[in-house]
C-alpha cells in the first residue's frame, strides 16, 4: 500500500511499506512466545539505540505520556524543576509539571534562539532543581538544543537531565553513556514517540531510564500514577510475556520492523544522513527567498520552521501544495500565518525532498511569484551531497 501522499509535517513522518506489512500481522496473544520475541526484540534495539545501561519503556500511549512518565517517576509533587524552552513543546512542561503540584521555573527562548547555557548556570546557582527539561528538537521552532553545551551545565548543578526526543530520536545522537566533559555527566532520561523519526505511526510512547533516574523512582516510593508508573512496567519490559496493561500488539510489530530499519541504516548514517537533509532543504528554500527561522548554527537535522517571502497566503500556499500531493504544516503561536513547518526527518529521501523543493517552486510560480526551480534543485543536491 504505497503512500498516496508526501506527508512532510514535523510527524507523523511517512509510512514505508516493510512498516504497514509489519502492523498488519496477525493480532496474537500478548502472552505469545512469537509476539513477545518481537516485543524483546524491540526493546533490545531501543536499549542500543540510546546506548543505556538503564530501562527502557515502550507502551501504548503518545509523546506527551512520554513525558509525563519522564517527570512523575523522577519529580516529586512540590520539588522543583527548571524548564529550558525553545518553543511550544519546551512549554508544555510547564504545564504538566504544574499538573502534579510540582515547581516550575523557566527559561524561555526568544523563539528561534537559543537559550545561553550561562543564563542556565546562574538560575541553576540559585538551588534546589531535582531535573531539568530540555527538548531535543522544539517542533514549533525547528531549532535544536546543544546538549554539548547544556549537559555539563545542568549536571554540575546536580540535577537530572531529561531530553524530549519526540522530534530527535533516531535522528540526533541520544547516547545515554556519553559523557560530556566528566565521568559520571550523562544524559539521566531520554523520552520519545513512535511517530516522529523513527518513522512508525503515532500510538507509543518510548522511554529511556539511565541509572540515576531509576535511583530517583527507587527514591520516590510513591508516586502519583498507575498506568504511568514505571515500577509498575519494570517486570513487564524485563520479561515481556508477563501481564500489566494490554500491550498494542500490532503498534508493537511495527515499532519492531521501524527500529530493525533504524538500525539496518546505522544511527551514524543515520545522523548523518538527516543533518544533510536539514542543510540541504533549508539551502534549497532559500533559492525561493525563503529564510528558517533558526539560523544554521542552531537549526535542527528533523524539521524546519520557515518563514514566507513577501506575497505568500499561508492557506493557498498550503492548499496548493496539498493539491499536489505534499503536505506540510503551518506554524504556531505567533508565526501562525507567516511560515510553514516541513518535516525532513524518518525514512524520508532525498528523492522525495527533490520533489518537494519542485513543488513548492510550482505553488509559488502558481501564486505570481518568481521561482527558480532548477537552482533550488541544484542547490538541494549540491548541498545534500555536502
Ligand atoms: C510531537 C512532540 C511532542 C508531543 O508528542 P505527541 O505524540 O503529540 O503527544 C512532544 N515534544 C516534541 C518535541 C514533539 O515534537
Known amino acids: 500500500m504505497p503512500n498516496k501522499e508526501m506527508l512532510l509535517i514535523p510527524g507523523p513522518t511517512p509510512v514505508i511499506d516493510e512498516i504497514y506489512e509489519a502492523l498488519s500481522g496477525e493480532t496474537r496473544a500478548h502472552t505469545d512466545p512469537r509476539f513477545v520475541e518481537s516485543f524483546k526484540n524491540g526493546l533490545k534495539m531501543t536499549k542500543e539505540m540510546f546506548n543505556t545501561d538503564g530501562e527502557v519503556f515502550v507502551f501504548a500511549g503518545s509523546g506527551t505520556l512520554a513525558m509525563e512518565m519522564a517527570i512523575v517517576n523522577t519529580v516529586a509533587p512540590g520539588e522543583k524543576i527548571l524548564v529550558v524552552s525553545h518553543g511550544y513543546f519546551g512549554d508544555r512542561f510547564i504545564q504538566l509539571a504544574q499538573a502534579f503540584g510540582i515547581?516550575?521555573?523557566?527559561?524561555?527562548?526568544?523563539?528561534?534562539?537559543?537559550?545561553?547555557?550561562?543564563?542556565?548556570?546562574?538560575?541553576?546557582?540559585?538551588?534546589?532543581?531535582?531535573?531539568?527539561?530540555v527538548t531535543h528538537v522544539d517542533t514549533s521552532t525547528g531549532v535544536a538544543a546543544d546538549l554539548e553545551a547544556l549537559v555539563p551545565v545542568v549536571k554540575k548543578a546536580g540535577a537530572l537531565f531529561i531530553l524530549d526526543g519526540v522530534c530527535a530520536t533516531a535522528a540526533v545522537e541520544e547516547d545515554m553513556s556519553k559523557e560530556y566533559g566528566q565521568e559520571d555527566y550523562k544524559i539521566d532520561v531520554v523520552l520519545t514517540g513512535s511517530q516522529k523519526a523513527i518513522g512508525v505511526p503515532p500510538g507509543l510512547g518510548i522511554v529511556a531510564f539511565g541509572p540515576k533516574a531509576l535511583e530517583a523512582r527507587e527514591s520516590l516510593v510513591k508516586i502519583p500514577a498507575y498506568y504511568c508508573d514505571i515500577k509498575n512496567w519494570l517486570p513487564i519490559m524485563q520479561n515481556p510475556s508477563k501481564y500489566y496493561a494490554t500491550p498494542p500488539v500490532n503498534m508493537l510489530y511495527g515499532y519492531e520492523k521501524g527500529m530493525e530499519i533504524v538500525m539496518a541504516e546505522g544511527l551514524d548514517n543515520r545522523y548523518k544522513r538527516h543533518a544533510a537533509l536539514g542543510k540541504a532543504v533549508r539551502a534549497a528554500l532559500g533559492v525561493y527567498?525563503?529564510?528558517?527561522?533558526?539560523?544554521?548554527?542552531?537549526?535542527?537535522?528533523?524539521l524546519s520552521c520557515i518563514i514566507y517571502p513577501e506575497g505568500v497566503d499561508d492557506a493557498q500556499f498550503r492548499k496548493s501544495l496539498a493539491d499536489k500531493g505534499m503536505v506540510v504544516a503551518g506554524a504556531l503561536a505567533s508565526l501562525a500565518g507567516k511560515a510553514f513547518r516541513i518535516g525532513h526527518m524518518g525514512n524520508t529521501t532525498d528523492e522525495m525532498f527533490v520533489k518537494a523543493v519542485t513543488l513548492i517552486g510550482e505553488a509559488l510560480k502558481e501564486m505570481g511569484l518568481k521561482a527558480d526551480i532548477d537552482a533550488a534543485v541544484s542547490e538541494f543536491k549540491k548541498v545534500f551531497q555536502g
Open 103 to 133: 515547581e516550575v521555573e523557566a527559561l524561555q527562548a526568544e523563539w528561534g534562539k537559543h537559550i545561553d547555557p550561562a543564563v542556565v548556570e546562574a538560575k541553576l546557582n540559585e538551588g534546589n532543581y531535582k531535573a531539568v527539561t
Open 289 to 302: 527567498g525563503m529564510k528558517a527561522l533558526a539560523s544554521e548554527d542552531v537549526a535542527a537535522p528533523t
